[in-house]
Structures are given as structure tokens and as C-alpha cells.
């Protein structure tokens, strides 16, 4: 599975970004799709993940109400639709991408085999 990330960028506090998440090489059933973000001398921290076949979603409690992730079947493509953002969302932003196996918790890194490259994300205060 390859991902590619794009959409970051630099905004003010209480602004919006989209987060584009774009795989390819294999089908995705049994698959989950997930955003996670890291700030340099931090562990990378998990944001919000959707299975690919139903599209249960799953959200950071610090996240919750700001954050909507989504994803295109068609398209190959997960999306992270950031609203109301703060100066602490800043951070460089990973997607990922894994087998959900029985106990899967889908919110830890480890639980990613494949990751894309990060999108740097920075909200002004």
C-alpha cells in the first residue's frame, strides 16, 4: 500500500484545513485508514481513523466536534476535514493505513503498516 498526504498548510486560529490521504496497490477491504500527527521530540499521536468497508469512524477525544474523518471508496482516497483549529493542532500530519485484525484498538501506531509521508500543519494563534 502506498499513501500520499497532501492539504496542509499554515492557518489562523479558528480556521479550517482538508487533509487528502490517497492510496494505492491494493484493495482495502478489512482495511482502516488513519491520521495521526507528531510534534518534533513527541510520539506520534493518534487523531482519527475510519474502516474502509463500513466506515465506522474514530476520533481523539481532543479532536472530537472539530474533526470529521471520511473516506472515497472510488477515489482510494481518506480525507481529514480539520475545523475550528487551535495553535496546539499544530504538527506534522500522517496518515496510515493497516489490517484490522480481532484486536485491533485502531488507535495506535503500531497497528499501521503503511504510512505516507507527512503533511505539516501550523495554526497561528
Known amino acids: 500500500v502506498q499513501l500520499q498526504a497532501s492539504g496542509g498548510g499554515m492557518v489562523q486560529a479558528g480556521g479550517s484545513l482538508r487533509l487528502s490521504c490517497a492510496a494505492s496497490?491494493?484493495?482495502?477491504?478489512?482495511?482502516?485508514m488513519a491520521w495521526f500527527r507528531q510534534v518534533p521530540g513527541q510520539e506520534r499521536q493518534f487523531v482519527s481513523s475510519v474502516t474502509w468497508t463500513l466506515g465506522r469512524t474514530y476520533y481523539a477525544d481532543f479532536v472530537k466536534g472539530r474533526f470529521t474523518i471520511s473516506r472515497d471508496i472510488a477515489l482510494k482516497t481518506a480525507y481529514l476535514q480539520m475545523n475550528s483549529l487551535k495553535p496546539e493542532d499544530t504538527a506534522e500530519y500522517f496518515c496510515?493505513?493497516?489490517?484490522?485484525?480481532?484486536?485491533?484498538?485502531?488507535?495506535?501506531?503500531?497497528?499501521?503498516?503503511?504510512w505516507g509521508q507527512g503533511t505539516q500543519v501550523t495554526v497561528s494563534s
Open positions: 496497490g491494493r484493495r482495502f477491504n478489512g482495511y482502516v
Open positions: 496510515a493505513a493497516g489490517r484490522i485484525a480481532a484486536d485491533s484498538t485502531l488507535r495506535s501506531a503500531y497497528e499501521y503498516d503503511s
